[in-house]
């Protein structure tokens, strides 16, 4: 059998479960579902099978793939209010593993507090202690390479808190620029080294990240090529790609909760129906699942109406939520002779690392952007100022809802909380030595040290804006619209400039750090509004747009992840985050999946009993663990699910 299938062949299958959306969380549970030999699960992806593509799996060509057609949806967001009218590009990876597949390989993690926050806002059962085994259950952490231990890069690791045999390696970049090697001890310098291993979900401090990659062939780990490729041809997973799903189809019953029977897409310019006997599941991620559900006549009534779409839903809270990190960076201008990624854009500089990472997978081609601070607001700042948290909380917010969707009142009051705490990150940044593509007939050769504002008080939207799903979606982050978020990143603005004039990373850049890049000449109050006009980005983190939450709160799914007014659609996604929290999201969305396959199986079983997987924890099925245990578990499964199956 082959692992992608015609249109034609796929809609003539009648599937289990049906996943909208091949993404990162969508390959998981691809994965996961068809552990269990009788049960069918089709996946629709609108990209394509881009596994073996070496702009993927080569770290550095990352940059490369933001903008292109090819690999990225390219979304654009409105005009920014709060940014000049700016409008901000936002990468969104479309292909087999989605985002995963153009992210820049980061692996930070959500704090302990962020994921508590979770479960006080509504949310039983979910909270950091039920996360953290499936943190575990995707991570395969190798740590550095022997050559490395040298230098220090597996110092503030705990092995105790990271998964060792999942599908997503995580492991030390080998090809770092002088420029980011000097990162670690720049921050140790400013009293700012790693407290512990800030997997712990408490830890803060500046340090050298591991990255998604597979230790020795320094390729990018990812949800295409280790969730979904080594078990593509298992006779019960079907997947069908550049295919776009239109909309879920319902069955005619409106007596009570919807039941969804399959999903309407398009491939080739014609149209196909596939069907589901169980469930639909959406994983569209942050930016396409609520448009899914909006075209399928779930969401707000008022909206759908414009647009002619019969309201089977009225869930006004549908697309928004909208949460992200906002990100601005200080330019700096290396010492001539420095070596930076902007190599790669000089041809006979990219065939020598190109040589280099073929031969042993190391070089710039093996790096990334792999240093970074978890860092709070307090620490950021000087002496004389770390009272300014307290004082510009309590400026801007007073604790009102006046003004507030339902639900985020309660979500400002956790974030404003952390923000004044001082153990608690309210920033990431780091350095990076260039990357950006110089204009024609230009050299380029740049550094910066810049980051993003990880709690934010902003909130935006998505929502459709036709009724053609091959339309993006209106896409309105509404970044910097809480005046505190403007003020937590131009603060950070002036720790980056404090982090290039600090030894030994100011040894690398022109006078020591001073000077910045054109056309920056200097960094005051007034430069940091025009620095962040001009180049704010986002930090490609969007999340919240199908909120899990109670749904007089502004929630969309329940803690089972099913879409209210449903009997059988759930999304699984990082949209369903309430409330955002720190670091890189591709690991956050890991973990939804896992203990979203866990939920779905418990579903499906309705047994009594429990079987131990390898996330820890009892679970209707088994998700992992060793080989011997899987065969012997799988097979025992397999005759109760045949039963279950026959029964129902």
């Known amino acids: 059998m082959t692992s992608i299938m015609t249109p034609e062949a796929f809609a003539s299958t009648r599937f289990d479960y049906l996943i909208a ?37 080569t770290p550095l060509y ?5 903008g292109n057609p090819k690999y990225d949806w390219g979304f654009i967001s409105e005009p920014q209010e709060a940014l000049d009218g700016l409008r901000v590009a936002q990468g969104r990876g479309k292909m087999l593993g989605g985002s995963s597949g153009i992210n820049f390989m980061q692996f930070t993690f959500a704090s302990r507090a962020d994921l508590d926050d979770w479960e006080i806002l509504g949310n039983t059962g ?10 575990k259950k995707f991570e395969n952490f190798q740590g550095a390479r022997p050559e490395q231990e040298s230098v220090g890069l597996n110092s503030f690791i705990k092995e105790d808190v990271h998964g060792h045999g999942g599908p997503i390696n995580a492991s030390f970049s080998p090809g770092y620029t002088p420029i980011q090697a000097a990162w670690p001890e720049t921050m140790a310098n400013l009293g700012l080294a790693p407290n512990g291993d800030p997997r712990d979900g408490v830890s803060l401090g500046g340090y050298t990240n591991p990255m998604v990659m597979t230790r020795g062939k320094s390729q990018r780990s990812f949800a295409g090529n280790s969730y979904w490729k080594p078990f593509a041809k298992r006779p019960n997973l079907h997947t069908v790609t550049q295919a776009v799903v239109r909309n879920i189809v319902f069955s005619n019953d409106r007596s009570g909760d919807l039941v969804a029977t399959g999903l309407n897409f398009t491939a080739n310019n014609q149209s196909f129906i596939a069907n589901a006997t169980r469930e639909v599941i959406v994983s569209g991620g942050t930016m396409k699942s609520p448009q899914m559900l909006e075209l ?48 790669i854009y000089d041809d006979e500089r990219r065939a020598f690392w190109t040589r280099i990472y073929q031969e042993n997978g190391t070089g710039i081609l093996a790096g990334g952007v792999s240093q970074t601070a978890q860092l709070s607001w307090t620490q950021i700042l000087d002496q004389d100022k770390k009272n300014r948290p307290k004082e510009m909380v309590a400026k801007y917010y007073n604790g009102s809802s006046i003004g507030l969707r339902p639900g985020v009142k309660a979500q400002l009051d956790l974030t404003a909380k952390k923000l004044l705490d001082p153990n608690e990150q309210a920033v990431q940044t780091g350095g990076s030595a260039g990357g950006s593509k110089p204009a024609p007939g230009q050299e380029n050769k740049n550094a910066f040290v810049g980051g993003f504002v990880a709690h934010p008080f902003s909130r935006g939207y998505v929502h459709i804006k036709s009724t053609d799903p091959n339309d993006d979606p209106k896409f309105d982050p509404r970044y910097l619209s809480h005046p505190l978020d403007y003020e937590v990143l131009a603060d950070l603005q002036f720790f980056n400039y404090k982090a290039a004039t600090t030894p030994p990373l100011s040894n690398h850049l022109k006078g020591n750090g001073t000077f910045l890049a054109p056309p920056l000449t200097e960094l005051n109050e007034t430069s940091v509004r025009d620095l ?11 999340v919240g747009t199908c909120a899990m939450m109670p749904r007089d709160q502004g929630g969309v799914v329940d803690t089972r992840l099913k879409v209210y007014g449903t009997k059988n659609v ?11 929290v720190r670091g890189n999201t591709v690991s956050l969305t890991y973990a939804i999946a896992e203990k979203a396959a866990d939920i ?8 009594n009993g429990t079987v131990v997987g390898s996330a820890g924890g009892p679970q209707a099925f088994v998700g992992g663990g060793t080989a011997s245990a899987v065969n012997m578990v799988s097979l025992l499964m397999s005759v109760i699910c045949m039963a279950v199956l026959l029964l129902v």
């Open 21 to 57: 959306g091949g993404g990162t969380a969508g390959l998981v549970l691809a994965n996961r579902l068809t552990e269990i030999p009788t049960v069918s699960v089709g996946v629709i992806e609108a990209g394509q099978d881009l596994t073996d593509d070496v702009n993927v799996t």
């Open 62 to 66: 990352m940059f490369g793939m933001l």
């Open 126 to 135: 979910w909270n950091y202690e039920s996360m953290a085994p499936y943190y």
């Open 296 to 343: 399928s006549g779930v969401g707000d009534s008022k909206l759908l109406q414009s647009f002619g779409i019969g309201t089977l839903i009225d869930n006004p809270n549908v697309g928004e939520n909208l949460q992200d990190h906002p990100q601005c960076g200080v330019p700096f201008v290396p010492n001539d002779g420095e070596l930076t990624f902007d190599d």
């Open 532 to 542: 962040i006009n001009v180049g704010f980005i986002t930090g490609w983190h969007v």
């Open 570 to 580: 759930r999304v699984v996604d990082a949209s369903i985050t309430p409330l955002h």
């Open 600 to 607: 779905i199986k418990a579903d499906l079983g309705g047994m």
